[in-house]
């Protein structure tokens, strides 16, 4: 069995929509595919139906943007109801902060002599549930200012780069709570990738265990190969289940495709005896997986 647990489609930064995705992710020889948008669930319906047209198993995601100790962390929330109104305020707050910093996001860019209109970002976002970074990337793109998203980020757009701004993210403790009274399972996201490892020690991730964490991404292509082997070492000690996942982006980011990492079945049946148990307690009814 194949499985890849975290794709983006264009509902947030991928350039596929839903089905679009399904059917590469079947031509890739894949099992099982997780969508898992950025803050939104909109192509769960999509994704399902097309997944159950290509007798591929679908696993609906959320990648949520979080918060701790000050650096960004993301936090993959798999079969999770949707419509648990805390997390539905939560998502809302999220994906309007990320909107709402473009147009400060511009004016950086035109101190530093780049051009740019909300219409130039806006033509590139389609039918994303809000513009981010990578849709202003794109735009760059589009524009001829860089060669292509790594660049942009690099140049501009990252962390510490000219371009620049901070936005609302939802505080992580609060919202492993809030995924399991909501009936789903969490995943730390490429915990040791870009920023977040130096806030995500073996002690946070312990006390995050005990709070109710269910498993870490350890095959992620952020990880070298010593952080993983670590990782895995502590998801190991910690009863953590350990995933692996292209986070697949479709043209903006060919680095990885899909499939270029994948979670064992074991670890996928593990993470889904932990989906019924928090369906049950939480007294909700969250979607299910559908396995082919
Ligand atoms: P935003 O939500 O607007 O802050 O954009 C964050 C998204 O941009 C992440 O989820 C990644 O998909 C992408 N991203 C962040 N940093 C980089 C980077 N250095 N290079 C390429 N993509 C990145
Ligand atoms: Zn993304
Ligand atoms: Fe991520
Ligand atoms: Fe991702």
Known sequence: MRIDLHTHSDRSDGTDDPRALMQRASEAGLDVVALT??????????????????DLGFVA????????????????????DPGYQPLRHELGRILAGRSSRLP??????????????????RAVSGPAAAVG????????????????RDEAFDRYLAHGRPAYVD???????DMVDMVERAGGVTV?????????????SADV?????????????????????????????????????ATGASDFHGEGKLD???????????????????????ATRSGRAPPRAVLP
């Open 104 to 121: 400060a996001t511009l004016g950086r860019l035109r101190k530093i002599g780049i051009e740019l209109d909300a219409a130039d970002v």
């Open 205 to 241: 991730l312990a006390g995050l265990t005990a709070r109710g964490l269910t498993g870490v991404e350890v095959d992620h292509q952020d990880h070298d190969v010593a952080a993983r082997q670590e990782l895995r070492e502590v998801a190991d000690r910690l009863g953590l289940v």
């Open 167 to 173: 936005r609302y993210a939802a505080e992580l403790e």
């Open 37 to 54: 948008d950025h803050d939104t669930s909109d192509g769960w319906d999509d994704a399902r139906s097309a997944a159950h047209d290509l």
């Open 61 to 80: 995601g959320i990648e949520i943007s979080c918060r701790h100790a000050g650096a960004g962390v993301h936090l993959l929330a798999y079969l999770v």
């Open 133 to 148: 970074r990578p849709h202003v990337a794109d735009a760059l793109v589009a524009k001829g200012v860089v060669a292509n």
């Open 256 to 278: 990885c495709p899909l499939g270029c990492n994948l979670t064992a079945p074991d670890q996928l049946e593990r993470l889904l005896v932990a989906a019924e148990q928090a």
């Open 188 to 200: 730390i996201a490429h915990p040791w990738g870009r920023q977040s490892r130096s806030a995500l």
